[in-house]
C-alpha cells in the first residue's frame, strides 16, 4: 500500500499507534507516577568570568555570556557543563508514536496481518520503548546532578 496522505498514514499505522500510546502512558504512570512537564536543564557558571563592577554593563556581560554558552561556544570553565531538555508526557507520547510505528512496520515485514499481534506488540513497544528510553534518561540526569537522584522518592523525610 502507498502511504501518500496523511488519512492513508492514520487507515494503516492507526491501530498500532493508539495501542502504542496506551502502553506509553501506562509507562509512563509506572515510571513516574505523575504528568511530568517539560524541563530545561543548564549547567551554567560564571566563575572564572571577570565582570564589570558597573550594574548595566554586568547585566550585559551576563546576558552575552549565557547566550554565548547556550549556542555553545564554551569556555574552559563551562567546557564540560550541558544543556539537558526533555520533554516529559510530550516526549513519552512522541516516543510511543514511534515504536507503534516500529512495531507494525516489523509485524508487516513478517506477513503478519493480524489485529490481535498488531495490538499486543504494539501495546509491549509502547511501554518497553519508553521505559528503555527513560532508564538511558535518567542515568544521563544522574551523572549530572547525582545529589537528585539518591532519593527515588524526594517526599519521604531526610534520615
Request: overall charge neutral; aromatic content about 12%; charged content about 20%.
Amino acid at each position: 500500500m502507498v502511504i501518500s496522505s496523511f488519512q492513508a498514514f492514520i487507515q494503516v499505522f492507526g491501530l498500532s499507534i493508539s495501542m502504542s500510546l496506551v502502553g506509553g502512558l501506562i509507562g509512563h504512570f509506572v515510571k513516574n507516577g505523575i504528568i511530568e512537564l517539560p524541563k530545561l536543564v543548564i549547567e551554567y557558571d560564571e566563575d572564572g568570568i571577570a565582570l564589570s563592577s558597573n550594574w548595566l554593563i554586568k547585566w550585559i556581560q551576563r546576558s552575552y555570556y549565557f547566550a554565548i554558552f547556550v549556542i555553545g561556544f564554551r569556555n574552559h570553565s563551562n567546557a564540560k557543563k550541558k544543556i539537558f531538555f526533555d520533554l516529559g508526557f510530550l516526549g513519552d507520547l512522541l516516543i510511543a508514536i514511534g515504536t507503534g510505528i516500529l512495531a507494525k512496520t516489523a509485524l508487516s515485514m513478517a506477513n503478519t496481518t493480524d489485529n490481535f499481534a498488531v495490538v499486543s506488540s504494539s501495546l509491549l513497544a509502547g511501554y518497553a520503548g519508553l521505559s528503555y528510553l527513560k532508564s538511558k534518561q535518567n542515568k544521563e540526569f544522574a551523572d549530572l546532578f547525582p545529589e537528585e537522584m539518591d532519593d527515588p522518592n524526594p517526599r519521604t523525610p531526610p534520615k
